[in-house]
């Protein structure tokens, strides 16, 4: 079983920041992709920032800039650095991952991270 944990979120003025951490635990053999999502009130759940497993990373244009996703593999964890936020950013944060474990491959999902930064 692999479960994914989130933490890191909260209120923050516009102009603010935030660092969303994700960790990973089970029986994973090796991941191959993290991202953050998010979703906001009555909208789809979209990528914000994805890290693959090379080091290869990819933002949403919004977040382009403002946001920078790392990763260490050895711990099997996943943060997201946020500054310079804005009302359009407040969201359920989502870490995701793609990653085979003793059973096969998996797409995982944190249960999700609340942002709120106020208009």
């Known amino acids: 079983q692999v479960q994914l944990v989130e933490s890191g979120g909260g209120l923050v003025q516009p102009g603010g920041s935030l660092r969303l951490f994700c960790a990973s635990s089970g029986d994973i053999k090796s991941i191959y992709q993290l991202g953050w999502y998010r979703q906001g009130p009555g909208n789809v759940r979209r990528p914000v920032a994805t890290?693959?497993?090379?080091?290869?990373?990819d933002y949403v244009k919004s977040a382009e800039g403002r946001f920078t996703i790392t990763r260490d593999n050895a711990k099997n964890t996943v943060n997201l650095q946020m500054n310079s936020l804005k009302a359009e950013d407040a969201a359920v944060y989502f870490c995701?991952?793609?990653?085979?474990?003793?059973?096969?491959?998996?797409?995982?999902w944190g249960q999700g991270t609340q942002v709120t930064v106020p208009s």
């Open positions: 995701n991952a793609e990653l085979s474990y003793t059973s096969g491959v998996k797409n995982c």
């Open positions: 890290i693959r497993n090379t080091g290869g990373t």
